[in-house]
């Protein structure tokens, strides 16, 4: 199927309502980069962590406990966050005797993991989860229809084994928990093209509950981003597929609206885009993703005024359908970039302009 290089869905730009931006943190002359958030059970409380540095540097920890309007003080975190060597992401399990955790886990070789059993209060040391390494993991993470947990990274080489060496091959990988992310089992592949540089996965369930789909960053920057889909839990995957335009970008992350659309954040790197290298998002169907449409509209959330260098998670949905996410970006002109939280609902879009795809938005 032959897949667009640009999109011609339209384009809204909420870039310059600031009154949905709400600064999480920022310090002069200090690098602040990929957040990821996770939101507790009362569905107000945010956690976010993020790294000094570009993926390397001493995990800061912070919270929100009103839905990311406001965030409060740097919170203490275990000595050994300092030696975080890669973007550190959150995610929420639950294992098969209802018992809650909360996991951090960072990359390169070896992966590390801190747990936290009490909300986030307090949190373990890292530590290895086994004898392997990667880059950004976990990108993703989600609970399979028996208890078990299926997580997903990518590696080109270099971490993998200790001591590795870029092969110029990427390969996406899985491994499995059974016992609510406490233990990982060995990676498998689930991911590879000889002509492609497929990473950092994004997962969704379809609405049914049925199928998994896993959206991928293409690295090459020669191709779209591509497609996965599982129609067994995991167990085997399709062969992957290229995105329309509308859908290339780096670290897919997406909520399902109230409504069954789905909200997909990332950094855009569509070949023909006047948003190319802001933190954009796609609205539309899983349905327009299992059938390559190029779905409803798309959304630039912060111009980002330095190359590309910006948009990892977290995205969240709220009880009244908000939709929270936060990222990081060079959002003030030649200075270092900062964390920010944006705040929506979909139906706030409805009556908003819609700007061709074909015009630079001011």
């Avoid at 956690?47 to 003080?73: A, M, N, Q, R």
């Avoid at 789909?213 to 399709?238: Q, Y």
């Avoid at 335009?245 to 399902?256: E, I, K, P, Q, S």
Wanted: aromatic share 8%; hydrophobic share 30%.
């Amino acid at each position: 199927m032959q897949v667009s290089r640009g999109y011609s869905i339209p384009l809204i730009d909420l870039s310059t309502q600031k009154e949905r931006q709400f600064l999480v943190d920022r310090e002069p002359g200090q690098y602040l980069g990929h957040p990821t958030t996770v939101l507790l059970d009362d569905k107000k409380t945010i956690l976010c962590v993020y790294p000094k540095g570009h993926g390397k540097g001493p995990i800061v920890y912070k919270k929100s406990f009103d839905g990311g309007k406001t965030w409060g003080e740097r919170l203490p975190t275990p000595q050994n966050w300092v030696t975080s060597q890669e973007c550190p992401t959150l995610f929420r399990t639950k294992d098969k005797n209802g018992k809650k955790r909360i996991l951090l886990l960072c990359g390169l070789y070896p992966v590390r993991q801190a747990i936290s059993e009490d909300e986030g209060a307090t949190w373990s040391a890292l530590a290895p989860i086994g004898e392997y390494g990667g880059i950004v993991p976990m990108g993703a993470m989600v609970r399979l229809a028996h208890g078990d947990y299926l997580a997903l990274f990518h590696d080109d080489g270099r971490f993998f084994a200790n001591s590795g060496k870029a092969t110029g091959k990427f390969h996406v990988y899985s491994v499995r928990s059974a016992d609510g992310g406490v233990t990982w089992s060995n990676p498998t592949v689930i991911a590879h093209l000889p002509e492609a540089h497929l990473c950092e996965p994004g997962i969704l369930r379809s609405p049914d509950g049925k199928q998994l789909a896993v959206l991928l960053r293409e690295n090459s920057r020669k191709h779209n981003s591509h497609v996965i889909f599982s129609d067994n839990e995991g167990v085997t995957w399709s062969k992957p597929r290229e995105l329309p335009g509308a859908l290339t970008g780096d670290r897919h992350t997406g909520v399902y609206a109230p409504d069954g659309r789905l909200f997909i954040s990332f950094r855009d790197m569509c070949h023909e885009s006047p948003t190319k290298g802001d933190w954009v998002a796609w609205v539309g169907t899983y349905d327009d993703i299992l059938t390559g449409s190029e779905g409803q509209y798309r959304v630039r959330l912060m111009d980002n005024t330095n190359g590309s260098d910006c948009a990892y998670p977290g995205v969240l949905c709220l009880r009244d359908g908000t939709i929270v996410t936060t990222t990081y970006g060079h959002w003030t002109q030649d200075q270092p970039p900062y964390i920010v939280t944006m705040r929506l609902k979909l139906s706030e879009l409805m009556h908003l302009p819609r700007l061709s795809p074909h015009s630079h938005p001011s």
